[in-house]
């Protein structure tokens, strides 16, 4: 079978997304019992043994989701060009037998990768605003630091699917000095977002370098952490990284979860560490076509959040990347989520819809529209019910100034008063 074949077979028939058996999922537990039945709990907890024992084989993955001989000559052809790498924590999330199951939609190669051929390589042009290599500074105050292209799972919808060809790297302690470098010759840096492939692949001691590096540059206020960890082997974030970051403060963490059935109680217990930890955890999720593009699916995901207390902050447009098109969505869809959303849950639950616009343009946030008119003077909206009121808009009244050292203060007038004329010895010109 080549690609070519695939696709077409793939267009004479679109692969069907129904479960194989009425059987209900296996439990984590049971999961675990049945294909990992000698490994310890001490191993089961040990974020090092479920990294070297990831699934990175249609082979390997064969002993745990039922695959037809042609299924698995389908998926090789998928994971030479898109390579797979799944944690078992992960795999123990999956309803095996059901091919539309949202976690395993999210690990699990799909001939869909390659028989689409819209969307691009790098749509978000992070290579070209790359100022040394692996440091990203398009906007004027925050910078991207690349650290790796090493994640502990290959999402299917990662937007730096195009890393994946190069294989596993992590920058050199004389490229990462490079970056630092960079950083502490431009003050403007109040912001650093440490980024990947996943930065918590590095061991705790090489991350504490980086960070602590970042600290002793006066001008860099923040530093952020952008991590799949927490969901994918919430093992990973264990005592001694929680101790290591608490010394470098404020650290902020977004991770990414996508569906409730990735709030398990070790992943809420992650997100319990780090915020003991000091380091505030928001969730920045991808809208993805059979994944979470319900209202349902998005309540339930955003109020499992706030129970781990973690904000959900983004809901991003799936980027345009090439091998990702069947999780798209039109934008219609994210804003009915939003609009189902709004006033029927707290604001607290409800993320920031954005696109990051292709090209390096930026976010824009996208909102379902309130605002039926609105003049000078007047707005007329409706709310989530339907209902329309009419809101004056009022007008912007000058601030009052500070006096001038040795003048006589105006008197504070009523709102909607003007005064003609003021004489210190007379108040009789101010009238309304
Ligand atoms: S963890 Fe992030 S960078 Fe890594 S594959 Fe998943 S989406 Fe891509």
Redesign the pocket.
């Given at each position: 079978m080549t690609e070519e074949s695939l696709i077409a077979e793939d267009k004479a028939e679109p692969p069907s997304c129904s479960p194989e058996a009425d059987e209900p999922p296996l439990s984590p537990s049971v999961f675990r019992r049945k294909f990992y039945p000698d490994v310890s709990d001490a191993q089961w907890n040990d974020w090092r043994w479920h990294f070297r024992n990831r699934i990175t084989s249609v082979e390997d993955l064969s002993r745990f989701i039922p695959l037809t001989v042609k299924e698995r000559t389908r998926l090789k052809l998928v994971s030479a060009r898109f390579p797979l790498a799944v944690t078992p924590y992960y795999l123990s999330l999956m309803d095996l037998d059901d091919p539309c199951d949202p976690v395993r939609l999210q690990a699990v190669p799909s001939s869909l990768e390659v028989a689409a051929g819209a969307g691009h390589e790098d749509p978000l042009a992070e290579e070209r605003d790359s100022v040394v290599p692996g440091l990203v500074h398009r906007y004027p105050d925050r910078v991207l630091m690349v650290l790796t292209d090493i994640?502990?799972?290959?999402?299917r919808?990662?937007?730096?699917?195009r890393e994946w060809h190069h294989g596993g790297w992590i920058h050199t302690p004389a490229e990462i000095e490079r970056m630092l470098d960079y950083i502490r010759r431009t003050p403007q840096v109040r912001d650093v977002i440490i980024?990947?492939?996943?930065p918590l692949t590095l061991s705790t001691p090489q991350l504490e370098k980086v960070l602590s590096a970042l600290r002793q540059i006066p001008h860099v206020e923040i530093i952020r952490i952008?991590?799949?960890f927490p969901v994918?082997l919430p093992q990973r974030i264990d005592e001694e990284l929680c101790a290591m970051l608490s010394k470098y403060g404020p650290i902020w963490l977004n991770t990414?979860f996508n569906h409730p059935n990735e709030i398990t109680p070790e992943a809420a217990g992650a997100c319990d560490r780090l915020l003991r930890a000091g380091v505030q955890v928001n969730n920045q999720s991808v809208l993805l076509r059979g994944v979470n593009d319900t209202v349902d699916t998005q309540l339930k995901l955003c109020h499992g959040l706030l129970r781990a207390k973690v904000r959900p902050y983004y809901l991003f447009q799936c980027d345009q990347v090439q091998g990702t098109e069947y999780f798209w969505t039109p934008v219609e869809v994210g804003l009915r989520i939003i609009e189902g959303m709004r006033g029927h849950t707290s604001g607290l639950a409800i993320p920031n819809y954005v696109i990051d616009l292709p090209d390096g343009r930026g976010k824009i946030p996208l909102t379902p529209n309130y605002v039926l008119t609105r003049t000078d003077h007047e707005l007329v909206v409706r709310n989530y019910e339907g209902h329309i009121s009419h809101f004056t808009n009022p007008k912007s009244a000058p601030l009052p100034r500070k006096p001038k050292v040795g003048v006589t203060a105006p008197p504070q007038l009523p709102f909607g008063w003007t005064v003609t004329e003021v004489k210190n010895e007379d108040r009789a010109g101010i009238r309304p």
């Open positions: 994640c502990a799972m290959l999402c919808h990662c937007t730096r699917k980024s990947g492939g996943d952008g991590t799949r994918v990414h």
